[in-house]
């Protein structure tokens, strides 16, 4: 979780904070390089459980008078003149206002005529190691870029305290064959397999192997007649690194401030839509999303050429490796697309000028 988070939310406990974090190790196929933190944006973030810090926000809004309902699924929406909300079983609730917070999954945006965000297929796993080999091993989270795995984002493996969350995503709507693929890239990868040597499954809540949705992109617009979009609900996630509690928590902030002002038409509530373009996206998401468009989505041969490229760059030139740091220290990514693309004669130089058309032409 980045620097950004913590300033929103505060600092959780330690019983819920698993490791702090100030660099990252990035892998490519052929090369491997550690990613301080940004010096001017200080320590980077922190390694959580999500059912504990998710628990700890809980328990904060219901500090604040608010009801949860466990274990109570959404049925149907109507909105006519006031919203109408029917869980599973039929218990019904009434309000002038929804606010849409339920992530990725698509299902209920039909209610609302909204087409949901196009989104990516994810499966990630815990795993327990025997005591001191987490410290010997990782100590800070690791990237795996490889086309061999996915040329639509990466392999990722988290460092707990006494374990690992491993996993990595597809660009497929559809989850047949992805377990068998995992299992393979953790049997079989030359360095991940090693690291993960000894390794146990150990279950949260029973399981230790979970699939996900992870939102591709951002929605046009974030409201209607009645409702509010909050989250992966409306695709706020940075599309190169699937990263989105930040947007989650800076959206439901925004929608807020708005909501507030107790109107609820679709034009009182544009002036969210206009909010999160200005806080959310003009400086920031867009320009991940152009990242992840230039970067991801290549053949595989083409994928690794251009990961230990943007290596060797962060190796050899002192303003690119500033750069990456940026990119891993939770700033705009408009502060960090803009100075890229004005370092591209030396992409040019690695991947040609034809390599470098094929990315940004995209
Ligand atoms: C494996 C994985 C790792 C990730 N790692 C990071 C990371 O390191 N950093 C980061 O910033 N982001 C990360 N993300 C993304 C991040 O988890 C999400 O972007 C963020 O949680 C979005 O918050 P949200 O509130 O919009 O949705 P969610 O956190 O997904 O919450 C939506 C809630 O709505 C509920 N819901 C859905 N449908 C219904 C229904 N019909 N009725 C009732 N409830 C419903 C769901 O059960 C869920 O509780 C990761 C995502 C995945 C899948």
């Not at 959780?12 to 190790?25: G, I």
């Not at 400086?283 to 050429?305: E, I, T, V």
């Not at 943007?310 to 002192?318: H, K, P, Q, S, Y």
């Not at 700033?331 to 803009?338: A, D, F, K, L, S």
Request: glycine residues 8%; contains cysteine; aromatic residues 10%.
């Amino acid at each position: 979780m980045c620097t950004r988070c913590l300033k929103l939310v505060g600092e959780p406990p330690d019983e819920v904070t698993e490791r702090k974090v100030t660099k990252e190790t990035l892998y490519t196929k052929n090369k491997s390089f550690s990613v301080s933190c940004s010096e001017s944006i200080g320590k980077k973030g922190i390694v959580v459980y999500r059912n504990k810090f998710d628990s700890w926000l809980i328990d904060r809004a219901e500090a604040k008078g608010v009801e949860i309902l466990e274990k109570s699924k959404v049925d149907s929406i109507k909105i006519n003149g006031k919203v109408t909300v029917k869980l599973e079983g039929g218990k019904e609730f009434e309000s002038n206002l929804l606010v849409g917070a339920w992530g990725a999954s698509s299902y209920l945006h039909k209610f609302i005529n909204v087409a949901p965000p196009k989104y990516y297929t994810s499966i990630s796993q815990e795993l327990k190691l025997p005591p001191g080999l987490v410290e010997e091993r990782f100590n800070e989270p690791e990237i795996f870029w490889d086309g061999n795995i996915t040329t639509n984002g990466y392999f990722w493996i988290f460092p707990r305290k006494e374990g690992v969350n491993i996993g990595y995503m597809e660009q497929t709507t559809k989850a047949k064959g992805i377990k068998e693929k995992f299992i393979k890239i953790i049997q079989n990868h030359p360095i991940i397999s090693q690291k993960l040597k000894g390794s146990e499954e150990m279950k949260i809540n029973g399981r230790s192997l979970f699939g996900h949705r992870i939102a591709e992109n951002y929605l046009d617009r974030f409201h209607g007649d009645h409702f509010v979009l909050v989250g992966e609900a409306g695709g706020l996630i940075n599309s190169l690194t699937g990263e989105g509690i930040y947007y989650a928590l800076k959206s439901a902030e925004l929608a807020a401030s708005i909501i507030s002002e107790g109107e609820y038409s679709e034009k009182s509530l544009g002036r969210y839509t206009e909010l999160c373009y200005s806080e959310l996206i003009d400086n920031d998401l867009k320009y991940s999303a152009k990242m992840a468009k230039m970067m991801f989505g290549h053949k595989p041969q083409f994928h690794d050429r251009i990961m230990d490229a943007m290596l060797e760059l962060t190796e050899e030139n002192g303003e690119i490796k500033k750069i990456m740091e940026s990119m891993f220290s939770s700033v705009e990514y408009g502060q960090i697309y803009n100075p890229l693309m004005s370092k591209k004669g030396l992409l040019i130089r690695k991947l040609g000028l034809l390599g470098v058309m094929k990315m940004i032409s995209r």
